[in-house]
């Protein structure tokens, strides 16, 4: 039998003790930074597992003469690392573009490419790209899931303060690469999913500003990667009560990973998350339905 003092499960890293089930057995406790990245972690291997799957599938049924890949991939990124990213990694920091480095290569990132543009996912090249003769043409279409706390936005000495953040949100950050073996473009959204709609959107906003600077880690001077920066607000379903953000923002991540649409299209995303929240049962159940899913997951695991 566990104690509060040794952990219960280590699930790929993910580490939780009897006193975070215990937040998720409550119907009233704020998830904490461990509860939320076990539930990221367990999606990158449900999630992960199924996206491998299909990309081989396609793989196998790709067109020889089309020469045409797509490459699909899922990440979903643990808290504590964000936080680092915010607040303790600083531009006068003498190791800073080595460690945006090392997390640039780390989410396998595209490499430097001859275009970087927001909001236009899909837009294609020139005509000598699309006319070039049996060039193998490569998609490689990435969605990160981001949750992101209030905090994320706070000064490095609000930052400090012990028992500091109130409220989790989802960013969503996709990533579409065209490349035709002659040039390359890359294409970034950011869609940002809010159960308490606005209250974490100058903290969004932070996370993708400097998530921008990890992309541009790949790139050259000459590339460059834009300072402004676009984080389109969603409609989603919204909690009624001060203590189910978490639980919230790790409900929407299920059902967009679930679902196939790299298709950059904010109308989808809100469609897709008020059916999903409807099926779940709603401000009745979808909140408390998942908190048992994921501590039965984690005792089953233990």
Not at 69 to 91: C, N
Not at 139 to 146: N, P, V
Not at 172 to 198: K, Q, Y
Not at 224 to 230: F, I, M, Q, R
Request: hydrophobic share 35%; charged share 25%.
């Amino acid at each position: 039998m566990a104690n509060n003092h040794s952990h219960l499960l280590n699930y790929h890293d993910a580490i939780i003790y009897p006193s975070d089930l215990a937040l998720l057995d409550s119907s009233t406790a704020w998830l904490n930074d461990a509860c939320m990245n076990f539930q990221m972690t367990r999606l990158q291997q449900t999630q992960g597992d199924r996206r491998g799957a299909t990309k081989e599938e396609e793989r196998k049924g790709m067109d020889d003469d089309a020469g045409c890949i797509d490459q699909l991939e899922d990440m979903f990124i643990d808290p504590s690392v964000l936080s680092f990213l915010m607040h303790q990694l600083t531009e006068d920091d003498e190791d800073y573009d080595d460690e945006l480095s090392n997390l640039n290569a780390s989410w396998n990132l595209p490499k430097p490419p001859t275009s970087v543009h927001q909001c236009d996912g899909m837009k294609k090249l020139g005509k000598e790209a699309l006319h070039a003769q049996k060039s193998t043409q490569t998609h490689q279409r990435k969605r990160i899931f981001l949750p992101i706390s209030d905090q994320f936005g706070a000064s490095r000495s609000t930052f400090a303060r012990p028992g500091g953040g109130y409220h989790w949100s989802l960013l969503l950050w996709e990533i579409n690469t065209h490349s035709d073996g002659f040039s390359a473009s890359v294409g970034v959204d950011f869609h940002h999913f809010d159960s308490s709609r606005g209250y974490n959107a100058s903290a969004a906003i932070a996370v993708a500003k400097k998530l921008l600077k990890v992309l541009g880690a790949s790139m050259s001077k000459d590339d460059g990667v834009a300072d402004v920066v676009e984080v389109l607000e969603c409609q989603t379903p919204q909690q009624r009560n001060g203590y189910d953000c978490g639980v919230f923002a790790l409900g929407f991540t299920e059902a967009l990973s679930a679902s196939d649409d790299y298709g950059f299209v904010k109308e989808d995303h809100e469609a897709l998350l008020q059916s999903h929240f409807e099926e779940k049962g709603g401000h009745g159940e979808f909140a408390s339905g998942l908190r048992k899913q994921i501590g039965d997951d984690i005792r089953a695991l233990a």
